[in-house]
């Protein structure tokens, strides 16, 4: 037994409902039949238990029924677009016509089984033993509208959190696509500048240079839809782009790398190195500067990842420091998506270090 509902849907299973319901009536004839045994004997009243049996069983079958009921009625309110006034007026109508309709199919099951025809004494003072067993009827209908009511709210609450949830990651994955998306052009550009350049003065590494980028290239396209790589994966995308690099800049570049062989099936964003040594060689060559040398080094430090790419190019001042992650696409672009990744669990600053750049980032290894 299924409902489907309209702003989710989702299909709820309101199965275990109907039998949690079943079961507290059961419970509740169980404690009826114990108050009227135990009522007789102690005050030595005659009782017939197999008829007291029967009525308890007769009443349970008939709660069963009108349980079932009284959870899909209310269930069809629930999928209405209703105010509250009049779903408070629909429910004491109901609770009215459907507690009559109970008693009086009781008193019919219970007569008919003790051998009348729904004519015997049971009928003769209807108006009043239904007044007086009203309250319980009333309040039994309305415990299990409240039931069913609170059953389907948390429903709603778990399916709208599980759909939030599932909305928050695609977005999250939109935003990281679009991040990254943004750092291919910008690399391919620069590469494609520097074999144009190369390409009157050097042939020969010119076409070297071409051919290093498409081995790039079928590296980045093939991970394209990844957003997390292990660091073994991301030190071989940055090993083909540092090919290109010192293809273009021979002697004038010098990139040292120490790397602890522990940590190369760590899980990292892709595409996490390449932009801060684009960064090094973009920022750290000057006239004053025609030779660089940059150091690379990933180590494990307790439960973290350390990340630290130096360069001795021509730094930045105070003014431009305050402002490192808002120029260029490298920088800034590999802090947003920290940050849509880890949330504030990570650490990346740059700092001017005497005759020194030094980028360091810190990233959880339990990621």
Known sequence: MTVSTSNTGRIISETWLIIGIRALYTLIQLVTFANIYTQAQVFDEPIEIGIVIQDRVVACIIAY?????????????????????????????????????????????????????GEGNFYDNFLMWYLLNFHKLFLLYLFTVSVTYTYYYIQRDSVNKIQKSQIETQLLQTRLMMLKSQLHPHFLFNTLNSIASLADIDIRRAKKMIADLGDLLRFVLDAKDLQIVSLKDEIALLNKYMAIEKTRFAEDLEIEMNIEPAIEQASVPSMLLQPLVENSIQ???????????????????????????????????????????????????????LKSIYGEQFVFFVENLKQEVRNRLEISLNF
């Not at 009921?69 to 109508?93: A, D, E, K």
């Not at 009559?100 to 219970?110: N, P, Q």
């Not at 990340?307 to 808002?326: P, T």
């Open 65 to 117: 029924l009108y349980v079932t009921l009284i959870v899909l009625s209310t269930r069809r309110f629930l999928m209405q677009q209703r105010s509250w006034i009049n779903i408070v007026l629909i429910h004491l109508c109901f609770a009215i016509l459907i507690s009559i309709l109970w008693y009086a199919t009781f008193l019919f099951f219970a007569d008919l089984l003790r051998g009348g025809r």
């Open 283 to 337: 920022h750290g060559f000057s006239s004053e500067h025609p030779n660089l040398k940059i150091k690379i080094h990933l180590y494990k430090q307790t439960d973290h990842l350390i990340i630290v790419v130096q360069d001795d190019g021509k730094g930045f001042n105070e003014k431009e420091s305050r402002k490192i992650f808002n120029k260029g696409t490298g920088l800034q672009n590999t802090f947003e998506r």
